[in-house]
T-cell receptor, first 113, second 113 residues
Framework: NAGVTQTPKFRVLKTGQSMTLLCAQDMNHEYMYWYRQDPGMGLRLIHYSVGEGTTAKGEVPDGYNVSRLKKQNFLLGLESAAPSQTSVYFC????????????FGAGTRLSVL | DAKTTQPTSMDCAEGRAANLPCNHSTISGNEYVYWYRQIHSQGPQYIIHGLKNNETNEMASLIITEDRKSSTLILPHATLRDTAVYYCIVRVAVGEYGNKLVFGAGTILRVKS
């Protein structure tokens, strides 16, 4: 029972490099989310999706892009990484109608130098 | 929007009940109370939620006062593995399509042997 799987677990980037974080869920959830968590702060929503082919902006979407080409996958892209994007990124998913009961992945720790 | 107030930290002896309080005096009539926890270096984990009646599941019990201005999460027999940050979430903002969870600072629960 994998649940929500995030890859990679760790990554170090140089300023200006690009990368894609992958989130995969095997629970047939409609909704998927990307959050970031910084020291001393709670989780902040970056983007989310309410179904295959749909995406929407959250609280802090600037500098990120997302895609949901398949229902089970939600990709988060950083086109030109900046040191301010150093953070722990969490993906989550939920059923439609129970959006507030979210299942989280283990996180991706990203450092941008 | 309802806000929550939780103690910064609490200690609990292993095997004893852990009672984590949360004040949410501005909660509106149709807002649920959600509890999540985050064990160090892991993603948040849903525990339980309720509206006005007390709730119990395999992880915990949730006691909500009659006026709904506060609640208490009870871990009946705390173990060392319950050491985590516990978040009481009341405000759930509705985005363009769905909801997002707003995590505050939470309560650091330390279970000690």
């Amino acid at each position: 029972n994998a649940g929500v799987t995030q890859t990679p677990k760790f990554r170090v980037l140089k300023t200006g490099q690009s990368m894609t974080l992958l989130c995969a869920q095997d629970m047939n959830h409609e909704y998927m989310y990307w959050y970031r968590q910084d020291p001393g702060m709670g989780l902040r929503l970056i983007h989310y999706s309410v179904g295959e082919g749909t995406t929407a902006k959250g609280e802090v979407p600037d500098g990120y892009n997302v895609s949901r080409l398949k229902k089970q996958n939600f990709l988060l892209g950083l086109e030109s990484a900046a040191p301010s994007q150093t953070s722990v990124y969490f993906c989550a998913s939920s059923y439609e109608g129970a959006e507030n009961i979210q299942y989280f992945g283990a996180g991706t720790r990203l450092s941008v130098l | 929007d309802a806000k929550t107030t939780q103690p910064t930290s609490m200690d609990c002896a292993e095997g004893r009940a852990a009672n984590l309080p949360c004040n949410h005096s501005t909660i509106s009539g149709n807002e649920y109370v959600y509890w999540y926890r985050q064990i160090h270096s892991q993603g948040p984990q849903y525990i339980i939620h309720g509206l006005k009646n007390n709730e119990t599941n395999e992880m915990a019990s949730l006691i909500i006062t009659e006026d709904r201005k506060s609640s208490t999460l009870i871990l009946p027999h705390a173990t060392l593995r319950d050491t985590a940050v516990y978040y009481c979430i009341v405000r759930v903002a509705v985005g363009e399509y769905g909801n997002k969870l707003v995590f505050g600072a939470g309560t650091i629960l330390r279970v000690k042997s």
